[in-house]
Nanobody, 124 residues
Framework: QVQLVESGGGLVQAGGSLRLSCAASGRTFAGYAMGWFRQAPGKEREFVAGLDWTGGNIVYADSVKGRFIMSRDGASKTVYLQMNRLKTEDTADYYC?????????????????WGQGTRVTVSS
């Protein structure tokens, strides 16, 4: 069973950048789809970016496409979310998730392992 720990959240001004990390422990990354989700105050959790189980397909939500970059380092079992040109509407708790052999990384219901979340606050 994979365990996930996110880090890298914080306070940043609009237009700035942050890089979130999600460190996995317990077993190899191989065969796991990985996803980033976020939940803003008073809103439902939403998909941000996801990598399918083959590692060959990365999908982004339209709201972050062109600004956020998801990557994975198999050696360190860490996934990253590089967030650039941040906007106030990006303020949320960000969660990393993992799912064994999930082909559609957008499907939140398909993920069975979740991290504790890291808070990102973007000020104007």
């Amino acid at each position: 069973q994979v365990q996930l720990v996110e880090s890298g959240g914080g306070l940043v001004q609009a237009g700035g950048s942050l890089r979130l990390s999600c460190a996995a422990s317990g077993r190899t990354f191989a065969g796991y789809a990985m996803g980033w989700f976020r939940q803003a105050p008073g809103k439902e959790r939403e998909f941000v970016a996801g990598l399918d189980w083959t590692g060959g397909n990365i999908v982004y939500a339209d709201s972050v496409k062109g600004r956020f970059i998801m990557s994975r380092d198999g050696a360190s079992k860490t996934v990253y979310l590089q967030m650039n040109r941040l906007k106030t509407e990006d303020t949320a708790d960000y969660y990393c998730a993992a799912a064994w052999a999930l082909s559609n990384p957008v499907a939140q219901s398909g993920y069975h392992v979740w991290g504790q979340g890291t808070r990102v606050t973007v000020s104007s």
